[in-house]
């Protein structure tokens, strides 16, 4: 399904990455969300974001203060002329949020992943014009976050955009959530005019990874950033590792480099085509390669043999990621690469064998 999309509307700086929303992670109190709003829109910040409805993996810790700091939020965009966001996880939120005046709702990833949440949601914002945010789910299932998309874009919402926050994963070696690129870039082959916003808080998990994040983020092309920002970071009630102050976030925006995605160099166009030669020829040695896994699947079957050879494929992924390390390559790289081309030869060995 294609989707309706009209531009979210919201509001930018052209010096610097045009979406940008900070806050904290929680509306703690009405002093700090205040103190928050005040410092983040004296740098120039245009929207404030706040978790109202914090549950969180386990019960007995600070989930959020509900309906009490919705009038915190008013307040904020009275004094402050920012708008206001915050993420909505059931019908009632959304019909509160719209309530006290919030005027941009996100939607948070252990929601997107439940198709039952997200089609009640779609229902509860039937008629309602605001922009909402769809961040990808837990688990990187690509089709699970434009599903969820479509069901609130069938519902007649038209401002939509979605945000990127990483995927969850055993691996927490340097982020919190994996960033996984591949998988907001090919949203954006796929849905071209859809906004992508990057949340770095929750990819890295640590303010010291904010900076590269947003960089990197910027340098893919994606349209904005949703950052934690506190007043006071470490004194902060949820998630106080990925806060950072307006101050320090002011500083990573104003050193950020945005580049010109539309600028195209005969330099680049020349190494444009290079890419291409090398890209015809990588294609003629994968048809070279399984026109012999063919010639070896008519072996096997003559001579009864399986068609998995488990040893044969490990000695082929060890083999090939020690090569990968030598010519600047990851293994992981590497190894992810010979498993589709394994894939792809079991598959065609197969239909020989059952010929």
Not at 44 to 72: D, Q, S, V, Y
Not at 76 to 103: C, Q, S
Not at 304 to 314: G, S
Request: proline share 6%; glycine share 8%.
């Amino acid at each position: 399904m294609e989707l309706d999309l009209e531009p979210l509307n919201l509001p930018s700086d052209n010096e610097r990455p045009s979406c940008v929303i900070a806050g904290p992670c929680s509306a703690e109190t009405e002093e700090q969300v205040l103190t928050t709003a005040k410092q983040l829109a004296a740098k120039g910040c245009h929207m404030f974001r706040a978790g109202i409805w914090k549950p969180r993996t386990k019960p007995g810790g600070f989930e959020g203060n509900g309906e009490k700091a919705l009038p915190w939020m008013k307040e904020v965009k009275e004094e402050t002329g920012m708008l206001t966001a915050t993420e909505v996880a059931t019908p009632e939120h959304v019909e509160l949020a719209l309530k006290y005046g919030i005027d941009i709702l996100w939607i948070g990833a252990r929601t997107t992943a439940n198709p039952f949440a997200m089609q009640a949601l779609a229902d509860s914002l039937k008629g309602v014009d605001v922009p909402v945010l769809i961040k990808n789910p837990v688990n990187p299932d690509l089709e699970l976050w434009i599903g969820g998309m479509e069901r609130i874009n069938r519902a007649g919402v038209k401002r939509l955009g979605a945000i990127h926050r990483g995927f969850s994963s055993v691996d927490k070696k340097i982020y919190r959530n994996l960033p996984m690129w591949q998988i907001p870039i090919e949203l954006h082959r796929r849905i071209p005019n859809l906004p992508i916003i990057c949340d770095p808080s929750h990819i890295g998990g640590r303010r010291d990874l904010i900076a590269p994040l947003c960089q990197q983020a910027m340098d893919l092309g994606f349209d904005g950033l949703i950052v934690e920002s506190h007043c006071d970071p470490d004194e902060a009630w949820s998630d106080a590792r990925q806060q950072v102050t307006p101050d320090v976030l002011d500083y990573i925006l104003s050193l950020l480099v945005i580049r010109d995605e539309h600028t195209t160099t005969e330099g680049i166009r020349q190494l444009r085509s290079q890419i291409d030669e090398v890209d015809n020829e990588l294609m003629n040695l994968l048809a070279k390669r399984m026109r012999i896994c063919r010639e070896i699947g008519v072996y096997k079957k003559e001579h009864n043999m399986t068609v998995l050879q488990a040893t044969r494929y490990n000695e082929i992924l060890e083999k090939r990621g020690a090569q990968g390390s030598l010519i600047g390559i990851a293994p992981e790289c590497i190894a992810h690469i010979f498993e589709l081309i394994h894939e792809e030869s079991v598959r065609q060995q197969l239909e020989i064998v059952n010929q």
